[in-house]
């Protein structure tokens, strides 16, 4: 089995996860056709490939992305920034996290953008400038009332003029990140901020960002020099609910496994551990080697659906650490099949499904389910 690039991946095992390289295509682009057709002017397009890409795999999407016209990558630490310059990403890159100040220097030397936001951001860069006479590139991170990292109101202003005044650093953009794009009375609070804060750098060589997937069709007036694609460009939904302007996203992953046993489960007999399935008459069974370690929670045990044969079947017992079981008893199926936990055939379940049963989003799933699965690439 091979990827898209012609180098062999790991094949030992009958369950993967398939990446649909056109779906993430189709993506960007009618990313793009809405803001083209909603915002004053085309702003340039950020994909935040961090976290792996969240979990679809960083190394091979990025291609597809600097294809499709991307203008910049968001990643969460300079190793990420590394990763990409390694396998030929010419793109500006910026590490949207805090980086240590002992590691600027690989910053410089791969060309990635840090994010800074105090004084010691400024010593350091200007230590690194007199030992090696090559500026840091960065953005300016505001923080308008995520209160994580960033660079408060208050201290906003005359930051900024120092760094502009630094000839240690070369500054490419504002920024700031918004804790609930949802929540019109706190959007409005953080955006007014950022507007009072970026007013006077507006019209200059300074990209100024602030819109991230769930803020981009809410507010697209707001979309100033740049906007940060991230989980929407995944083909997930941001939202907790129906969002009428987004435009139709395609799912990019999908969840597959080969069945490796099938046998009758016998009426009154339980099955996996602490036997909560019982039988109320024969059963026939097929098991898949995937399991918790592969990132399908335990707590999701009974609760979700598959396709087999385009039929759908229902998980029972308990999802153990390698092993999930299905009732198979209405498909005539042999093993070796395909059974698909997610992906297009599967109309039951999905990503977001599993993220409502689970109480968490749909970010946090796609990232767990590249523990120790191989990614297949497919058109």
């Not at 085309?42 to 890409?53: Q, R, S």
């Not at 600027?104 to 400038?129: G, P, R, W």
Request: a neutral charge; proline letters at 3%.
């Amino acid at each position: 089995m091979q990827n898209y690039r012609g180098t062999f991946i790991n094949k030992n095992r009958d369950a993967w996860v398939e990446i649909n390289l056109a779906n993430l295509e189709h993506n960007v682009l009618v990313i793009k056709d809405f803001l083209a057709k909603n915002c004053s002017k085309m702003p340039e397009i950020f994909a935040v490939i961090k976290a792996d890409g969240y979990g679809h795999g960083s190394l091979m999407c990025a291609p597809v992305l600097d294809a499709c016209g991307v203008n910049y990558f968001g990643v969460a630490s300079i190793d990420e920034g590394i990763e990409l310059r390694e396998h030929k990403i010419t793109k500006p890159i910026l590490v949207l996290g805090a980086s240590p100040l002992w590691a600027m220097e690989n910053a410089i030397k791969y060309d990635i953008n840090v994010s800074i936001f105090n004084d010691e951001h400024i010593e350091m860069a200007t230590q690194l400038f007199e030992r090696l006479g090559k500026k840091l590139k960065a953005h300016i991170k505001l923080d308008t009332g995520m209160n994580r990292i960033g660079i408060n109101k208050k201290e906003a202003s005359s930051f900024i003029k120092k760094v502009l005044n630094c000839n240690a650093i070369e500054l490419n953009g504002i920024f700031t990140h918004f804790a609930d794009a949802e929540n019109e009375t706190l959007f409005e609070k953080q955006i007014k901020e950022f507007q009072e804060i970026i007013e006077p750098y507006k019209n200059s060589n300074i990209k100024i960002h602030c819109l991230n997937s769930p803020a981009m069709f809410s507010y697209p007036q707001f979309s100033y020099d740049m906007v940060r694609m991230g989980i929407i460009m995944w083909g997930l939904t941001p939202y907790s609910k129906e969002n009428l302007n987004m435009p139709k996203v395609l799912p990019v992953m999908g969840l597959k496994a080969r069945i490796t046993n099938i046998h009758i489960l016998k009426e009154g007999e339980g099955i996996s551990y602490g036997h909560t399935y019982i039988a109320k008459k024969d059963t026939k069974v097929a098991t898949i080697p995937i399991g918790y370690a592969d990132g399908v929670a335990r707590s999701l045990s009974g609760k979700i659906s598959a396709i087999l044969n385009g039929a759908e079947i229902k998980q029972i017992g308990r999802i153990t650490m390698d092993q999930i079981m299905f009732d198979v008893s209405n498909v005539d199926c042999s093993t070796g099949d395909v059974i698909t936990l997610l992906g297009k055939e599967n109309k039951i379940d999905n990503i977001d499904s599993w993220a409502q049963k689970l109480d968490t989003i749909n970010y946090e799933l796609t990232c767990r389910l590249k523990m120790r699965l191989p990614r297949i690439y497919v058109r």
